[in-house]
């Protein structure tokens, strides 16, 4: 690659094949405000080609995207698209232009089919019949090797095939240049495969197409290139091939970053809190969680596994006191917790920090600031009827600095906040009200490396600090390295309790999927029950 | 009177006293599947009411009456779109401030014309003679129906006839589909090309227009004088809602007009239905009269607890994004 000043300089738009670029930014500068969200960002991608786009949170990735999706205007800076200078004002224009994003929040109309979805956005349709423009959506989709219903209302779909329904939309309204903005966050390993599959038959077809995502591995598996960002400023771009994960991340962090998870040794106390046939029926009443048991020692992380949507929501939430279970016991120290109320399951010690897929919809009120979100949890020890913002103020000033929260002062709201920071506030808070077990689902979802590995330092604190932990995780290889045992939930059926060192990526895939029980290998005792109970057989037999 | 003309004149009141209601419910129908909340019905039913009795009866055409009904209304729809579409005022707010705007801009016109010269419509024959009944050939002249449904105004016909091409409209073309679009997910639809303010804007004229053609019915059919307390009357706010006992469909509309037509016609004849059926129906006249002025809002009431108990997803009409101002780079 070229230097890149150089080029801007003499004012070349060829590459070395002496092909124009599909697009080229030159020295785009936006702020909102006084926060400069990108400064001086330059980014090539040709014809056929994938870039992966590389940045921790808050470094203005989507923001650089949305310039070229018509969503905000640059303030300084060129855009070239094949060559010539284009002024992006509006998604209409950036779709004239052949530029098509699939955002990370999908913008589709929920009640509409798929086919409505598509054709809200065509130019002069004229009067084609719904069965015509069903089969032209078919036919289009499965050129590319997707499968799309186009009569499927978009509120019936799967999270997966609201993403196919995003691309063969753009695709439909004949997209060139395709920007997919963290596609993988929220599909599993199987969908993860189907898509990359997919791209890389777009790229043949001659489309440039540019992916952000968080997931090293994912960059190296699927980019020609890769451009880097930091904190809004453009770093580097480099070839895929000729890079590694560790020189990736110095990049976007800045410094060495160790990508190793650590698993302190600590010594386990007795069960803190043991589960046992617990069932949970859903919001819909079916069955969500069916017949599980499970312990957790103080000074463990104990890992749950399993695809989204099996039931740890569910169990997450009857174990906080938020929804009411169908039968079975929860003993924490010897005390039986079922049906006490949140309150009172807080005052136990137990605290759970829940992070949705909006990330902001559990546990943080958005737009109250992190003093505010912190007296959520401890107004109750305010002597009268006035809030001590003193006490909340200084809880709020000591995870900030504990836990390096980025944010302008403690009366910022929370949702002006970048994701990784939101998630800090609220793993902070439960842990500033010094519990003993801590149940937390998804603490680094969307998170980028440096946020991720600051949570599992915070976590681990906790754990030698003698505090179970129940962890509710997507990412595998984490959940090896982090935690010290791993339960496997398949369609809320317990498959085993596994220790995290002695099991393998292989063995824990079977299981999520059910094809391997190892229930049955326990024979004297069922999985999940410890030798050293708190809970007698005469609570069993009583309950 | 014979009981076939008491049934007769029944029906006939349902549809003459509520297409007013039609006219309001469809116009705000139209508007809020662009997304936006107005509840500024009453006031751009009124002003509608107001100028569109002026002008037509000066101009001594209905056509006139009619065009400058839709004209002011649609005049108030813009003062509301350029609030809340361009400076993203609340849209609650803004609506009721249009009510009350609009209802000042009646009186205010209708006072000071009365003191010099207010135009009584018996003296525009333009006007009056196209305010007559019109028969629709063989229809017509089927018993009590005939009369009571097919040999009404021309207003009648074309409440009837916007409500079905508003339908029409908003579920078979594609221009339809893009404005519901908007209504439910402007993002959505802003991704895709789809220009949401001139969107807004447009159907929110229309629809307030539509509005103002209901008021201008209103106006003709409570006679030719200034009436100080106000033509409209509350219909404003039945339409309201009106459009969630419609569940946001125009041909729906018509069959809710009808419905609470029936209540509002009743005590209109309530005492000759009494009269003509003494056995049956005698019972409605010992009804107090306040029992049935407050008849169509205690209706209105129990529909929308009914409405908020069905509450199926995807069989609701309502758009998704409704009251909510969209400003495409919010983060």
Known sequence: MANKQHMVQVQTENNENGQNYAIEMRGITKTFGSVVANKGVNLTVKSGEILALLGENGSGKTTLMNMLSGIYKPDEGSIFINGSEVSIDSPEDSKKYGIGMVHQHFKLVDVFSAADNIWMGRENPGFVLKNERHSAIEALASTFGFELDPRKKVYNMSVSEKQTLEIVKVLCYGAKIIILDEPTAVLTVQEIEKLFSVLRRMKE??????????????????????????????????????????????????????????????????????????????????????????????????????????????????????????????????????????????????????????????????????????????????????????????????????????????????????????????????????????????????????????????????????????????????????????????????????????????????????????????????????????????????? | MDKIGVLTQFVYNIVLLNIPLLYGTVGEIMVEKSGCLNLGVEGTMAVGAIFGYIFGCYANSLGVGIFSAFLMGALCGLIFAVLTVSLQANQNITGLTLSTFGLGIYFFVGHSLKAKAWPVMNDYAGVSEGFQGIQIPLLSKIPIIGKGLFSHNILVYLGIVIALAVWWYLNRTTLGLRLRAVGENPAAADSVGINVKRMKYLHICIGCGIMGIGGYYMGLNMSGSFNSSCWINGYGWIAVALVIFANWNPALAILGTFVFGFFNALPVSASSLAMAFPKGLGWLAAIPSQLYDALPFIITAIVLIATSIRNKRGSSGLPAALGLNYFREER
């Open chain 1, 205 to 543: 077809e001659g489309h440039a197409i540019i992916i952000i995502t968080h997931k090293l591995n994912e960059v190296m598996d699927i980019s020609d290139r890769v451009a880097i960002l930091r904190k809004g400023e453009y770093i580097t771009t480099v070839n895929t091939s000729e890079t590694n994960e560790q020189e990736l991340t110095e990049y976007m962090v800045g410094r060495k970053v160790d990508l190793n998870i650590d698993r302190p040794v600590v010594e386990t106390t007795r069960p803190l809190l043991e589960v046992r046939d617990l069932c949970i029926n859903n919001d819909e009443g079916a069955t969500a969680i069916d017949n599980v048991s499970f312990y957790i020692r103080g000074g463990e992380i104990l890992g749950v596994a399993g695809i989204a949507g099996c039931g740890q929501k569910e169990l997450c939430e009857a174990i906080a006191g938020l929804r009411p279970i169908k039968s079975g016991q929860m003993i924490h120290k010897g005390d039986n917790i079922v049906g006490l109320s949140p309150k009172q399951i807080l005052e136990k010690g137990i605290s759970m920090s829940f992070v949705p897929e909006d990330r902001l919809g559990m546990g943080l009120a958005p737009s109250m600031s992190i003093v505010d979100n912190m007296l959520l949890k401890n107004y109750r020890d305010c002597k009268g009827p006035f809030v001590d913002r003193k006490s909340g103020r200084a809880d709020a000033m000591q995870v900030i600095k504990d836990l390096e929260v980025v944010t302008p002062s403690a009366d910022t709201p929370v949702r002006r906040l970048s994701g990784g920071n939101v998630q800090k506030v609220l793993l902070g808070r439960e842990i500033k009200a010094g519990p003993n077990v801590i149940v937390t689902a998804y603490p680094v979802r969307g998170l980028d490396i440096n946020s991720s590995y600051m949570i599992y330092d915070i976590l681990n604190k906790q754990k030698t600090d003698g505090v179970g932990v129940l962890f509710v995780g997507e990412d595998l290889d984490v959940m090896m390295a982090l935690c010290d045992k791993i339960m496997v939930l398949c369609h809320g059926k317990l498959m085993g309790v596994v220790h995290a060192h002695k099991t393998t990526k292989e063995e824990l895939g079977l299981m999520m999927t059910g094809a391997l029980d190892l229930k049955d290998k326990y024979e004297d005792k069922p999985a999940g029950i410890a030798k050293d109970t708190r809970f007698g057989e005469q609570e069993a037999k009583e309950a």
